[in-house]
């Protein structure tokens, strides 16, 4: 069972096997997992704490991105 953060940054997608991008995926799904505890009790927190978890998969997105792309 995989957990929010390895669903949301697709940690079982990596067709090349790149070891720097499962690091990456890796990294960004501890945290946002560790934001997960605040988004749970709610209020503005938890609404920050969720735009967070969103960022972060955005930049996750982004990290895997720059690794791959052929310069």
């Not at 949301?8 to 096997?17: A, K, M, Q, T, Y």
């Not at 009790?41 to 609404?47: C, I, L, S």
């Amino acid at each position: 069972m995989s957990s929010i953060g390895e669903d949301r940054v697709g940690l079982e997608f990596n067709p090349s096997g790149n070891q720097e991008v499962t690091a990456t995926k890796v990294a960004m799904a501890h945290e946002i997992d560790n934001l997960q505890r605040i988004v749970d009790h709610g209020g503005e927190a938890g609404r920050a704490a969720a735009i967070a978890q969103t960022k972060i998969e955005g930049a996750c997105m982004w990290a895997v991105k720059a690794i791959t792309k052929n310069l």
